[in-house]
């Protein structure tokens, strides 16, 4: 049976679980635990090494794939939204490998979450230009063409009064303001009626935290695009890590 061990660094939490590659699901439980605070390299890689441990696949070959949530370029991060500055320029491939001590395939997390729902979920031959967006900590995205990935888009960093959208439009901004379904959905409604304005995307699929409570907030916005929940919700992240890892 063909595996591959997945790794989902975000900003609150860090998961992992092993992936069965035919289906695109989780042949084990999947693994979290919080990311530690400040999420400094080091840190970050202890964590990791204590995911895997947990999972049983420390000194597996099984092909491991790890999202992480920043501009992933030719093994360098180029952003940190959400963790240390310290990541920013950071030769991060080489610093989970000789870590690790293995080869791995490094990835952005948005980007991970997108090839995991167009291989395996919500955008499974879905023409043209598929849009996942990632509710959470920030806004991540990922735009796949005809299933193809057109990485490190970063559309959580579209202005808003002066500052990132996602700090005013993320899921973590209705839990800090207390904010109502109703009420985070016209914030919703202005980030994703502006996104197709610039891209006439065919298909919205949103994933991230919020993504298992669909019904509470997409019949609330009005889009030409058909938007829906990412089937592998959470897990999105682990699987499009190890399906990419195994490619």
Not at 26 to 39: H, K, N, Q, W, Y
Not at 60 to 79: C, E
Not at 109 to 123: F, S, T, W
Not at 159 to 174: F, V
């Amino acid at each position: 049976m063909a595996q591959a061990i997945g790794v989902d660094i975000g900003g609150t939490g860090i998961k992992a679980g092993i992936v069965n590659l035919e289906h695109g699901t989780l042949d084990s439980e999947r693994i979290r635990v919080p990311t530690p605070e400040g999420a400094r390299p080091a840190d970050v890689l202890d964590t990791v090494r204590e995911v895997l441990d947990t999972l049983g696949v420390t000194g597996s070959d099984l092909p491991l794939g790890v999202a992480f949530p920043a501009i992933v370029k030719y093994g360098r991060t180029l952003s940190a939204a959400n963790i240390s500055k310290d990541w920013v320029d950071f030769e991060a491939e080489k610093f989970f490998e000789d870590g690790l001590g293995r080869h791995i395939a490094f990835v952005n997390d948005a980007d991970a979450a997108g090839v995991a729902e167009v291989r395996h979920g919500a955008a499974r031959d879905a023409r043209g230009l598929t849009i996942m967006t990632t509710l959470g900590t920030g806004i991540g995205s990922a735009f796949l063409y005809n299933g193809v990935l057109i990485p490190n888009t970063e559309l959580g960093h579209m202005r808003h009064d002066g500052e990132s959208i996602e700090r005013w439009a993320a899921y973590s901004a209705m839990e800090r303001e207390s904010l109502s379904w109703e009420a985070w959905s016209t914030r919703l409604q202005e980030f994703y009626s502006l996104v197709e304005f610039l891209f006439s995307p065919d298909l919205f699929v949103v994933g991230g935290g919020v993504s298992k409570h669909p019904e509470m907030f997409l019949p609330l916005l009005e889009l030409k695009t058909p938007i829906v929940s990412a089937i592998h919700r959470n897990a999105s992240g682990i699987i499009g890590a190890a399906s990419l890892a195994a490619d």
